[in-house]
């Protein structure tokens, strides 16, 4: 280990622990504030070796501390101190100032045989970590008992050839008697920090503690393998299966009865067109008040050869129509394909839920007459009853009228549906939905296959307006006929066609043909392909409505004449 230079006598702080360098004049170490115009004097029992490899004594020389196989700083068995004087021969005495303590050399090894040892595991008393006393080592690793003390002695190790560094013992051999113990010549001293505690034989009395002297070291307790973790807490008032009710013991997730513990809340619903907005419960983003998509906002449906579509469009605030498409066969098996659309009366109360009843009713009750050889149009005649009498019901439901306030009309609606059955089309309404009839050769004219329930039909009808006169009037779309349990009178409406040619049947709400009011305007934006793509055509029609302003919401659904046979569809 390389040193650094020293100067003159005086050069380092005389304090073991500290070795500061100092000038000549200074009084007070400038490391650890020790008095420099004191002596340190050297403790007698307890040595501090040189951790730097030098030291500095009060007469000014320098003691280089001596190499050895330990670690550095400390002195190697057998090895003279390089520059220390002899024995006896102008050693400072004791207690003088910078006077060097001789201590007696360990033995040594030279490299080929292990250390021979310095203590014995029973010099250093200690207990387990339970406070009892530890076991003692058995005769083998210990050695056998002194006839002539009773003291186990460690075994000598074999001899090894002496040499520099080797201190020389005594002979082993059979024949050599034990030397007795060798009477101390010092206190003991006692272990350094972290030195292991030597075991105490059972039985016998723990060793005094000498004044001021630290405590032994525990050993530290084994690491277990594998902890244990404690279970989660569950929430309050969970029912245990193995608890008894009421005894209050902390539920266990392992044990719980199924179905105990509480559903966990919704997680808070960002915006869709802010990202940034939570959703409050009536769907609205409380950052930018718009409103959310709802799963009713367009929806869209194909089934075998009929399709339908619905936008909630670009004004309203949620989608007030429904439809629903299906197919089943007749008594005799042939194919019949129907769509029911409904549009509910925006000044009326729920009118959501009045289109949705009446459009599931209607369907339903197509459904179970049309197999039992019911005719196509009473069929239709018995579901426009079946789909008043649903959204009557609305009404009379229990806190129906508090939801709706004393000023506020029972949920309404209207219906507009159509049935295909071999070769007869079959349609039905009730309100101002509209059915047309567009033949796949467009050089034939369409046609439109009902007369709605409103205040301009009426003018019309009566000869007060031409058809342009009344419906250019504010009033034109006011229904005077409805489903609904405030309505005058239900008449529901049924017509039968046989028509002489394929074509496609458009069943759709004002939202689209208040955009293509004539049955010429309807054709015009009907793909020619309609009766091959339904689903697409109906795509094209509600394009068409939202493109033009979309100021109602648009539903429509395309129906193929004749009906094509089972399993065929769209292209």
Known sequence: MSQMPQSAAGSTC????????????DRFCGGCGYDLSTVWAAVGDRPTLPVNGARGDRTGTTRQAPRGSGPAGLARPGAAHPGAPEHGAGAPGAGAPGAFVEWPAAPGTDGSELPAPVHLPTDLPGTDSGGGALPTHTEDAVG??????????????????EGPGTAPGPAAGPSAPPAPPAPPQQPPSFPAAGAAAAPVPPGAP????????????????????DYELAAPRPPAGTVLRDDPPGSGAPADPRTVV???????????????????GRVDRDDYCENCGKAQPRERDHVEQELGAVAAVSDRGHRHHRNEDAFAVSSTALQDGAPAVLAIVCDGVSSASRPDDASSAASRAATESLLAALPRGTHPQQAMHEAILAASKAVNALAGEPGAVHAQGPNHNAPACTLVGAIIAKDLLVVG??????????????????????????WAAQMVATGLMNEAEAYADERAHAI?????????????????????????VVVCTDGLWNYAEGAGDMASILPPDAAQRPLHSARVLVGHALDGGGHDNVTVAVLPFPAPPPGAGSA
């Open 480 to 504: 005077t006929g409805w489903l609904g349990a405030d309505a005058y009178e239900l008449e529901p409406h049924t017509a039968a066609f046989k028509p002489d040619r394929p074509g496609v």
């Open 206 to 225: 723990a060793p005094a503690s000498a004044p001021n002297a630290a405590p032994a070291p525990q050993p530290a307790a084994a690491e277990p393998e």
């Open 258 to 276: 199924p179905g105990a513990l509480p559903a966990p809340a919704p997680e808070a619903r960002l915006c869709v067109f802010c990202a940034t």
């Open 429 to 454: 309404w009730v309100g101002d939905s509209r059915a047309y009839w567009v033949p796949v050769d467009r050089s034939a004219p369409a046609a439109r296959l009902t007369e709605d329930d409103s």
């Open 14 to 25: 005389p304090n073991p622990a500290c070795e500061e360098p100092v000038e000549s004049g």
């Open 144 to 161: 056998p008992a002194d006839p002539a003390t009773g003291e186990r002695r460690p075994t000598p190790p074999a001899a090894a050839p």
